[in-house]
């Protein structure tokens, strides 16, 4: 007897389950005055401070990244671009020539984008010194590998026949490709590239909090000396930096659709990309005129018998069991909260007023989020999954309301007159048809959660991220080698089973 198939509906409210025991273990953590400081800090949202120092100080290290989300984002597009068309057996077809150097670049750039752009930084500051490039460098670098992997699937899934056509009447390959691609790849470049601008954005704010400048660093000082104002007035800039920069790329995207040639739209976005990048660049050197010139101070390799004994040496069980029940719990959250939260109030009141809580999620990092949780709460893995599930349920919550505004209201009015109630009528007359697309992306997202392990390390004892944290520190670098390595492996065997999963609901 076989054995019934939950529906896409209920395998994305089910992951909701995951909050039961990470609020449990939360709450039943709570220690004397952590309630009274957990709501001191909720009461500084609406009070931020307004004294005209701190704002300004606080503007200045927006600046800064600002600036380094900019240039980043834009190095990381360029090359992404390229590297995609490299590792592109179609376009090397186009020009006859082997396809073994596409499927070599394609398998290299895997391990660039395994790796949390966090622990980029952490790295590049060891050889580099505390330098703005270095967060660019660390932003760029993976962004830069998943751009070419987007941008190389893209290829290969477009309808050859146009290339095809243009090749046998005697166009020139270059030609040919950027005529009859170039329509549907600025379409890819211009969406995929606005969502990287807000990831590249986060990424900046994460590197501060970890010491690379820019805003996060303030935020975290101020958080670790209980300034809460202080911390919301930096917050509130962060997301009115983040709406402006949505509406800016909403307006691009709409003056770009009045050019008729899909050539023209594409050159007028990568034009402003690079221009974007190198006002960046200039605009760090005018914020930070002291910081020099980037210097390589150099690392000592390990040799093999160092990486054996480091690698002996580690507790491999609890690390990875952590780990994986750390992205587990994080993302049941990510996933299930979102559709749990708009079912149990379905009117349209509720579903506006859930925006801006999406929109806040997204806005707090998960280590801020992190550090604040430890002032009321003794450290554990349920506090790293609570503020991981949260942050990206912010950014899942977007994504479904996006969703459902494309889907049409017909059939769930059509239950309502029925007799149905409001939430039947949401869930399956507007949800369901939207689920297989919506859980498609939280198995991706599930991908990006175990990258962003790491960045709850602070907790202490939660897996691989947290030992990774304590061998950077200790420069153990046999130890921070092997572990970059687990991490790798297993982010790259988490990626190929998103696939597996994306490529199953979105058939379905």
Not at 251 to 274: H, P
Request: glycine share 10%; charged share 10%; net charge neutral.
């Amino acid at each position: 007897m076989a054995l019934p198939r939950p529906s896409a509906p209920a395998l994305a409210l089910l992951p909701a389950l995951a909050l039961l025991p990470v609020l449990i273990t939360v709450v039943a953590g709570l220690h004397a005055g952590g309630v009274e400081i957990l709501l001191t800090c909720l009461a500084a949202a609406v009070h931020p401070s307004l004294d005209p120092a701190l704002l300004t100080a606080l503007f200045s290290a927006l600046q800064v990244t600002l600036a380094m989300a900019l240039a980043g984002w834009s190095l990381s597009l360029v090359l992404g671009v390229l590297l995609g068309c490299c590792a592109s057996e179609r376009l090397l077809q186009t020009w006859n020539w082997p396809t073994w150097p596409a499927l070599i670049l394609r398998r290299s750039l895997a391990l660039p984008r395994s790796v949390h752009e966090l622990i980029w930084g952490l790295l590049l500051l060891q050889v580099l010194g505390l330098h703005p490039a270095v967060a660019v460098a660390a932003i760029t670098i993976p962004y830069a590998a998943l751009v070419a992997r987007v941008w190389r699937d893209q290829l290969e899934a477009l309808d050859p026949t146009r290339l095809q056509a243009l090749l046998q009447g005697g166009a020139p390959p270059l030609a040919a490709c950027f005529t009859a691609l170039s329509p549907a790849m600025g379409t890819v470049l211009m969406s995929y590239g606005g969502y990287r601008l807000e990831c590249a954005l986060r990424s900046a704010t994460l590197l501060g909090v970890f010491g690379l400048g820019g805003l996060g660093t303030d935020l975290q000082l101020s958080l670790q000396s209980l300034q809460f104002r202080e911390l919301w007035s930096g917050l509130w800039m962060l997301g009115l930096l983040s709406v402006a920069l949505e509406l800016l790329l909403t307006l691009w995207r709409r003056q770009t659709r009045k050019a008729q040639a899909g050539q023209r739209r594409l050159c007028l976005f990568l034009a402003g990309v690079i221009v974007a990048g190198m006002a960046g660049g200039l605009w760090l050197q005018v914020l930070l005129p002291d910081s020099g010139i980037v210097v390589w101070q150099g690392l000592a390799l390990p040799d093999w018998r160092g990486l054996t004994q480091a690698a002996a040496e580690l507790p491999w069980l609890p690390l990875i069991v952590e780990t994986l029940l750390l992205t587990v719990l994080a993302a049941g959250i990510a996933i299930g909260l979102p559709p749990l939260a708009m079912l149990l109030a379905p009117s349209r009141f509720w579903q506006v007023a859930l925006n801006p809580a999406w929109a806040l999620l997204r806005l707090i990092p998960p280590p801020l989020t992190v550090l604040l949780l430890l002032l009321s709460n003794r450290p554990t893995l349920a506090i790293g999954a609570l503020a991981l599930g949260l942050h990206n349920g912010g950014v899942m919550g977007r994504l479904l309301r996006e969703e459902l505004e494309q889907q049409s209201v017909d059939q769930q009015q059509a239950m309502a007159t029925s007799g149905a109630s409001a939430r039947l009528g949401w869930l399956y007359g507007l949800f369901t048809p939207r689920s297989p697309g919506y859980l498609a992306y939280g198995a991706y997202r599930t991908d990006v959660i175990l990258r962003e392990t790491v960045v709850v390390g602070l907790i202490g004892g939660s897996g691989l991220g947290w030992q990774l944290l304590e061998s950077l520190s200790s420069f153990h670098w046999d130890a921070v080698v092997v572990l970059i390595g687990a991490y790798a492996l297993i982010t790259l065997l988490g990626e190929w089973l998103s696939d597996q999963c994306r490529t199953r609901w979105l058939q379905s």
